[in-house]
């Protein structure tokens, strides 16, 4: 059977071309190509290693296993974002391409050999060795948190899982402050009494109302909507009356300091508490990240209590003193 093409991609990066390579099925048969010296298993070897390369830039490969390591490094909020867009995931080759280039070029000039960089890498290696003994220590069971440590948690956690009673609402505002002249006053009432009046008919359109006599332009421009408020943020003068709404209410004409609203109620949104079962997985990676870092400290506290710290402070910056002239 014929195998079929590699489909090769080429992406210019910083100046360089870079080349993906999408190794496509291949269902060779076990004969060996002719003028190959290797047996027809070690060639589906080679070709399943091949596979394996999903990228390119000059004679340096980046393989799926390079990618997965790379990801793992990446913070909880990155790998979020890549999780709803994949194709950040193609800048993430990139950045393997470009980095193995530079690697490249950096070990044909030997700067591995130059004493800052064996210094540097050195720190990097026992930092390594460091955390991954300290993170092995401090890692949680796999049980933990138990059922009833989770349990517990979320009943803390609940008053954040939970959201209020919320009303949708429209209004009409009729301007009028409060120091207004007669004239004013009386302009304000007779407006209001006509929209009163629009109000009563018999299948009066609340938005369409609003959209001509409101005072207040934005909320106007909306047909009346202010959008969802709990109860908390609605005006403490008006609070109660706009509470006992229910959805397709209209409150009366209700005065305030800087005129009178007339509000309608168009939906309610009853209090809800996210469940458990909803928030379980969540909650069980919060709480073992949490008892990680007090293990951690825990373990580095009494590291340091058994172990106590000697350091001559005179030396120290007499040190100092030295790098800075």
């Known amino acids: 059977m014929k195998k079929l093409p590699t489909i090769v991609i080429l ?25 190959s010296i290797a047996t027809a298993p070690a060639a ?13 830039v000059g004679d340096s490969d980046v393989t799926l296993d390079e ?12 790998q979020a974002a890549l999780a709803k867009d994949p194709a950040l995931l193609n800048q993430v080759v990139r950045m393997l391409l470009v980095q193995r280039l530079m690697l490249n070029q950096a070990k044909a000039k030997n700067w591995e050999e130059r004493p800052e960089v064996v210094a540097a890498v050195e720190r990097a290696r026992e930092a390594a060795i460091a955390e991954s003994y300290l993170q092995s220590i401090s890692t949680p069971p796999a049980d933990y948190p138990s059922e009833a440590e989770l349990q ?34 009386d302009k304000a009432q007779a407006k209001l009494d006509g929209v009163k009046k629009q109000l009563a008919v018999k299948g009066a359109d609340f938005g369409a ?55 309608k109620c168009l939906e309610v949104r009853e209090p809800t508490t996210i469940a458990l ?27 340091v209590q058994e172990n106590p710290l000697a350091i001559n402070e005179i030396a120290l910056a007499k040190m100092l003193e030295d790098a800075v002239k």
Request: no cysteine; aromatic share 4%; charged share 25%.
């Open 11 to 35: 992406i210019a990066a910083a100046g360089t071309a870079l080349t993906f390579v999408f190794a496509a099925p291949d269902n060779k048969t076990d004969t060996a190509k002719p003028g």
């Open 44 to 56: 589906r070897a080679a070709r399943a290693a091949d596979s394996n390369v999903i990228a390119r």
């Open 67 to 78: 990618v997965r390591a790379a990801l793992t490094k990446l913070s909880d909020n990155e």
């Open 152 to 185: 517990q948690a979320y009943e803390i956690a609940k008053p954040k899982l939970s959201s209020p009673k919320q009303w949708r609402l429209a209004q009409i505002y009729i301007a009028l402050l409060e120091g207004s002249t007669k004239e004013d006053a």
């Open 209 to 263: 109302i609003a959209k001509s006599h409101s005072d207040e332009s934005v909320s106007a421009a909306a047909n009346g909507e202010i959008g969802w408020l709990t109860e908390p943020q609605i005006q403490p003068e008006i609070r109660t009356d706009v509470a006992i709404l229910t959805a397709g209410g209209t409150s009366p004409a209700l005065r305030m300091k800087d005129g009178w609203h007339i509000v």
């Open 277 to 303: 079962e909803d928030v379980r997985g969540a909650l069980t990676e919060q709480m073992r990240k949490e008892k990680t870092r007090a293990n951690s400290q825990a373990w580095m506290a009494k590291l």
